[in-house]
């Protein structure tokens, strides 16, 4: 059975095991890149190095490009459950955040992450090199430029999470400040930990594709954010009172669940980092599936659940359902049976079902319910990898979560109240009741509608 546990996504620990094989002369040379290390993944029938160079490079860039088509996704989702006078705004911020991602992921997060941990806390600073043109890396098994692509579009989406959240109330350039300091140096710290060789790593730790590292790390982020920021004007009142804020379409947010649902299989599938054997893209496809799996698990129990709670079936739960579920098997998305993966899934939808009226009862403003969705389901389909794998342990997995946890809620903590008392991190009352689009970037993304001007 396949693992994540040695070394999970870590490029040091993938060159150290490509050029042993490369030595003892194997031709299963991209099995080494796989997420595990097993010996008969090792000795698995492959094409030779520079097919598998080439296979294993073009999963990556693949991969890479839907998990980047997911920011699409988050911007859709977003402007559909934001009110019309704000969706202009989530659109800004979601293009603005995935371009300082990029510059950050080259700039330093890079080789924060994966260079020079060797079973520490952190990698080292400076701006990562590519390939020379033309070049190659015949002892890495694959084009480092599609490595570091495919590790920095998941940067980007750690980004999203906060965005959502601290939604229609949050000024434009400290959002922007704190998306500097999170993809740059938060993110890229909690990463090496795990998928670059770093501590959790060596300790047995295993978050396959992201549920901790990429889904809680961006769920921590937004919830210190919000308890600073403070719920929306209006949104809570006294005893108790919840004013619901509708969000501007329906359609919208469809859309984006479902670019982010195909995105999800780049995210996940191709953290097996190796196309190279029969067994490497057998396991994608096994990926692949449970992947779906979850996904659909989420949807339907999240229709049931809201049809015997309410009465009625609420869409947007239905689509958070399917995100909870897509989360929920990300820390271990290879090992499960289609049973075990349709029950991580269903479970991730019962925590945002339950967990969406008990962030408003704490008066936790979620604006797209982004808290339960990545951080409650991400810490659960963490918790629950030992379930399906039996080389990881219920007690490193809770390790990791605390850690995780604690470091970027204490360090996101700390920026945002610099920044609130620096240069303030949320508008005036007027400038939200007239809405960001209007005051803060002065454009509308519906003029002739809603709070806009009249057409002519």
């Excluded at 094409?47 to 859709?76: H, Q």
């Excluded at 959502?164 to 710290?189: N, Q, S």
């Excluded at 390790?399 to 360090?411: D, E």
Aim: negative net charge; contains cysteine; proline residues 4%.
């Amino acid at each position: 059975m396949k693992t994540s546990i040695s070394f999970g996504r870590s490029a040091s620990a993938l060159a150290a095991s490509a050029s042993a094989v490369a030595i003892a002369g194997l031709v299963g040379v991209s099995a080494a890149f796989a997420q595990d290390t097993t010996a008969e993944a090792a000795a698995a029938p492959a094409v030779s190095p520079e097919v598998a160079y080439i296979l294993n490079t073009l999963l990556f860039l693949i991969g890479g490009f839907l998990v980047m088509w997911m920011a699409a996704g988050f911007a859709m989702l977003e402007a559909g459950l934001v009110r019309s006078k704000n969706v202009s705004m989530q659109c800004l911020k979601n293009i603005a955040l995935y371009s300082v991602a990029g510059l950050m992921f080259w700039i330093t997060g890079y080789n924060l992450m994966y260079t020079g941990v060797d079973g520490g806390y952190m990698g080292s600073f400076g701006p990562y090199s590519f390939d020379p043109v033309g070049g190659n890396a015949l002892d890495t098994g694959y084009s480092t430029a599609s490595d570091w692509f495919f590790q920095m579009v998941f940067c980007a989406t750690t980004a999203s999470i906060v965005s959502g959240t601290l939604a229609e109330r949050i000024k434009l350039w400290p959002f922007m400040i704190f998306t500097v300091i999170l993809t740059g140096i938060f993110y890229p710290i909690t990463g090496s930990w795990q998928w670059g060789g770093g501590w959790l790593s060596e300790m047995g730790f295993s978050d396959f594709a992201g549920s901790s590292l990429v889904h809680s790390v961006g769920g921590w982020a937004a919830l210190s954010g919000a308890v600073i920021l403070g719920a929306r004007k209006g949104k809570y009142g006294p005893g108790g009172q919840v004013t619901p804020f509708p969000g501007s379409s329906m359609p919208l947010a469809t859309l984006g669940t479902f670019i982010l649902w195909l995105g999800w299989f780049g995210f996940n599938g191709a953290s097996q980092l190796a196309m190279g054997t029969i067994g490497d893209v057998s396991d994608v496809s096994r990926i692949f599936a449970n992947t779906n799996m979850a996904a659909a698990a989420g949807v339907v129990v999240a229709m049931v659940l809201t049809q015997i709670l309410y009465k009625k079936v609420d869409v947007t739960m239905a689509l958070n359902g399917a995100l909870a579920g897509l989360v929920s098997i990300t820390a271990e998305p290879l090992a499960p049976t289609v049973l075990q993966s349709v029950i991580i899934g269903g479970v991730g939808a019962v925590i945002v079902v339950f967990a969406v009226p008990m962030l408003d009862k704490l008066k936790i403003d979620d604006v797209v319910g982004a808290i339960p969705v990545h951080l409650l389901a991400g810490i659960w389909g963490t918790f629950i990898v030992p379930w399906s794998n039996a080389e990881t342990s219920f007690g490193t997995q809770i390790v990791g979560i605390a850690a995780i946890g604690a470091f970027t809620t204490v360090a996101s903590v700390i920026v945002w109240l610099i920044l609130k008392a620096t240069v303030g991190i949320r508008v005036g009352e007027e400038e939200e009741v007239l809405g960001l689009d209007k005051v803060e970037i002065g454009v509308e993304a519906y003029p002739e509608f809603g709070t806009g001007s009249q057409r002519m």
